[in-house]
């Protein structure tokens, strides 16, 4: 038997119809679920994982992005997460490709600000020559979540954020409607803010942004001076 087939046995064998209608509630309805809660999930994972280590260390990314082509979200941050387990610290100049069709496919905020954190964050680590090359591409994608990807990419950068840039994806945004932008970028900004409140603060105050992107990206600081 191989991981897939392995994996999709154990889903199924621990499905639950009840939390499954939740999930895909609360998903919005974007998403089939077989209502396995993150736990258990991740147990499986690991289980299935052990008895087929050695298949996967050469296979990885194939066994990941066939994962993404299943409907049960299950899967979706099962390959997700093998991938960042596997190669968010090993990965090659070529990952960008399925970087991008990750945050293509099955889009939602919760794919998408696991992968632009651990995935498109450490291969632009890796390989920061492509920053502005990615970062332009993307920002200038028509798909919001691509767009997305470069206001968050740094969220794991901490005092290694580049705000020359984060203040960059901004001002490309700001004017944007999408809730999903005004949020990741006060989301973005509000991550910084831990390390240079000031240099947050000076932006906000200094730039027209949308008040959904003000109140997140000020939350902290004004928090503070309560």
Not at 21 to 37: D, R
Request: aromatic share 12%; glycine share 2%.
């Amino acid at each position: 038997m191989d991981f897939i087939t392995a994996l999709e046995k154990e889903f199924i064998a621990q499905a639950d119809t009840v939390q499954s209608m939740a999930m895909e509630a609360y998903m919005k309805n974007n998403f089939q679920f077989f209502g396995i809660p993150m736990p258990e999930r991740r147990a499986i994972l690991k289980s299935v994982n052990t008895a087929h280590s050695d298949s996967l260390k050469t296979n990885v990314r194939t066994v990941a992005l066939q994962l993404y082509d299943k409907p049960q979200r299950e899967f979706h941050y099962c390959a997700i997460e093998l991938l960042i387990q596997n190669c968010s610290k090993k990965l090659v100049l070529d990952d960008i490709r399925w970087i991008e069709q990750l945050l293509l496919t099955y889009s939602w905020w919760d794919s998408v600000d696991t992968i632009s954190k651990y995935l498109l964050g450490r291969y632009l680590v890796q390989f920061p020559e492509q920053t502005n090359k990615v970062i332009e591409k993307f920002s200038n994608a028509s798909n919001i979540w691509l767009n997305r990807s470069t206001l968050l990419f740094q969220l794991d950068y901490k005092k290694n954020t580049n705000f020359t840039i984060l203040e960059a994806v901004c001002e490309h945004f700001k004017e944007s409607n999408e809730f999903f932008i005004q949020k990741a970028m006060g989301w973005a900004l509000r991550e910084y803010s831990k390390i240079n409140p000031i240099a947050v603060q000076n932006y906000v105050i200094n730039t027209n942004l949308k008040p959904l992107s003000t109140k997140e990206a000020l939350r902290i600081i004004e928090k503070q001076k309560l």
